[in-house]
């Protein structure tokens, strides 16, 4: 048995999760990273990519939800970003109707959209794999569709609050401390911090552990005493209240929405960015917002269509799907630590060399 | 106790149950059968996976059938399957406190209960060892370690010693033999190794085509004539 060879790197077996460096270092580097991102970053960068940065902080979120529900129980949404426009309109429906304050605008937005998202996710019940897929992505359609005809609120009346005379539409309203870019780029990335702590509550407790334990086998679940139903449901409703925040974020941020900007097969992307930053760690859903949101920022500057992204993704999932299913947070890590070693290894031999020829 | 009566499933085109009936007393009992005969079914019917067309199962006097399938875990039923079920990506500690978490008993003893669980089995590694790095024998263990947490009451086996070779098997024979001293559950056994069965078990049924053709004390039914002749597969001539 290899429990010899296991032995040697057991950690004393009581110690509460081990009270090792580790449990202070991680939390360190995170919050000076988070200080980097929210202070010295609008400082250095140019109005333009912070723009960029701020859709990377509010699709991180997005990615967020629907890397929960692919990575940690297993089910594979096509319509995360119809989900996203949903909670785009909840928001702009209540900041054109409401003088309530913007957190509680993405509040309400969230959990409209979770009511809204979970219903989206009541087919997964009975459907998982292509058919769950397929579903979702129907759903999406349909929500594309009835957007379309409805538009997005512009300040008219009624329920849907648009209109369609309105020579000049108002801007969306943003928060009072909050309303110039860069400082609408730092509220996003604390209301996505935030959004990211909640998910990794989740995961680090109970659903997380039942989660796991659907992705694995329901029937283990099951088995486990897990009300296999409820979780699922909960998964559904976790990713679509941090996709309502999103998009009341979104409203504040385009300050402008219109439907066309939501089209279907923006959640086709979206699941091949989420697969391709790594499905399995949260990390990974700031990866693939980088690759959706700024990515194409960095090709339009270059003057490069962002078109040829669509290729450049298609490649990625493809080499994810048969090389690197943990995806690119994953993947770069190892590939760093093979050229480093590839690097000192070259340099010892330089050195060895070096002292046999004097 | 659990009483098994007149229970029968089909299973598409197939009986996979034909009216089964039995009773499992105390300790630990033998379960076994030739392959296809129902014995996975049986199982998968305590748990609920599979709807019975007739028949019951009262265990300590209750309708074990009547419950949805996820209660029953917190009733007290625990069971391992035929291909291994630890979930990889939870270290050995999480894995074993899940079932913790979904019985009846509280938060506070948790820590404590599950450790207690996973020493009992004799898992000597890190309980935060993710199972995903462990060998087939340890897996085999954090299952039955699955198995004890949580007060059972009812613990089913389904072949825990497939594939193992005799050193963990003399290991894991030990462990089944205590679970009854050591939780006050009943444990159902299925295997094919007959001297792992021999060494657990005070009694034993057979299974056969879905039927019970033989059940008593496992010295006996392991020298029956119809246990025999159902294992070397020679036909009856009617
Ligand atoms: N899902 C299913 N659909 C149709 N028939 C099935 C299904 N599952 C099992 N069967 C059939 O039911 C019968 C009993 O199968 P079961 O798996 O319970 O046998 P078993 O005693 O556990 O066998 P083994 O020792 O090989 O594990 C077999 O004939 C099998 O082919
Ligand atoms: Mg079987």
Redesign the pocket.
């Known amino acids: 048995m290899d429990a010899a060879s296991l032995e040697g790197t057991a950690r004393p077996s009581l110690s509460p999760r081990g009270l090792d460096a580790r449990t202070f270092v991680r939390p360190a580097v995170i919050v000076a990273l988070l200080a980097f991102v929210l202070f010295a970053l609008p400082a250095l960068l140019s109005l333009y990519y912070v723009d960029a940065l701020t859709q990377v902080a509010i699709y991180a979120i997005v990615a967020l939800g629907l890397g929960l529900l692919a990575g940690r129980v297993g089910l594979v949404s096509l319509g995360q970003a119809a989900v996203l426009a949903l909670g785009a309109w909840v928001a702009a429906r209540l900041l054109f109707a409401t003088a309530l304050p913007f957190p509680i605008v993405l509040l309400l937005a969230g959990l409209v959209t979770m009511a809204l998202g979970t219903v989206v996710g009541l087919p997964a019940l009975r459907l998982s794999g292509l058919y769950l897929a397929l579903i979702t992505l129907m759903l999406a359609g349909a929500i594309t569709v009835v957007l379309a005809t409805t538009n997005f609120p512009n300040g008219g009346h009624g329920f849907l609050g648009y209109n369609s005379n309105a020579l000049h539409t108002p801007a969306m309203r943003r928060p009072t401390i909050a309303s110039s870019d860069p400082a609408f780029f730092r509220y996003s990335v604390i209301v996505g911090a935030l959004m990211f702590l909640l998910a990794l509550v989740h995961v680090r407790t109970r659903p997380g552990r039942a989660w796991a334990a659907i992705r694995q086998s329901e029937a283990a679940a099951r088995a486990a005493g897990i009300n296999t139903t409820l979780y699922k449901l909960w998964a559904f409703a976790l990713a679509s209240f941090v996709t309502g925040v999103a998009g009341g974020l979104l409203a504040g941020s385009s300050r402008y929405l219109y439907s066309i900007d939501f089209p279907t097969q923006a959640s086709i992307t979206l699941l091949a960015v989420v697969l391709m930053g790594g499905i399995f760690s949260l990390w990974g859903a700031i990866v693939a917002a980088l690759l959706l949101q700024l990515l194409p920022a960095l090709l339009n500057s270059w003057g490069v269509s962002p078109d040829w992204l669509t290729i450049l993704f298609g490649i990625g999932v493809l080499q994810v799907l048969t090389t690197a299913p943990a995806g690119l947070v994953d993947q770069v890590p190892k590939d760093l630590a093979r050229v480093g070693r590839l690097l000192s290894g070259v340099a010892r031999r330089r050195a060895r060399t070096g002292e046999s020829t004097p | 106790m659990i009483e098994v009566s007149d229970l029968t499933v089909r ?2 085109g ?1 009986t ?1 149950l034909d009216s089964m009936s039995v009773n499992f007393v105390q300790g630990t009992c033998g379960l076994i ?10 199982f998968n019917v305590l748990s609920g996976f599979v709807r019975p067309v007739g028949g019951s199962v009262r265990a300590y006097g209750e309708d074990l059938l009547g419950m949805v399938h996820f209660r029953r875990a917190r009733w007290g039923l625990r069971r391992s399957f ?1 291909t291994e079920q630890a979930i990889e990506q939870l270290s050995v500690f999480d894995n074993v406190a899940m079932i913790h978490e979904h019985s009846r008993l509280s938060r506070a003893s948790r820590r404590q209960e599950v450790l207690d669980a996973i020493s009992f089995v004799g898992l000597e590694i890190d309980p935060q060892a993710k199972v995903a790095t462990l060998g087939a024998a340890q897996r085999r263990l954090v299952e039955v370690a699955r198995a004890v947490v949580g007060e059972p009451r009812l613990v089913l086996l389904d ?1 825990p010693a497939a594939g193992l070779p005799d050193e963990e098997t003399e290991h894991l024979s030990g462990v089944i033999k205590a679970i009854p001293g050591h939780t006050g559950a009943l444990v159902i056994l ?1 295997d ?1 190794d007959m001297s792992l069965v021999s060494a657990c078990c005070g009694a034993t049924a057979v ?1 056969d085509f ?1 039927t019970v053709i033989a059940s008593g004390p496992t010295g006996e039914v392991l020298r029956d004539e119809k246990v025999m002749r159902a294992y070397l597969g020679t036909e009856e001539i009617v």
């Open positions: 299973l598409g197939v996979a059968g030739p392959n296809g005969a129902g014995k996975t079914t049986f035929q072949e299925v094919h299974l879905g």
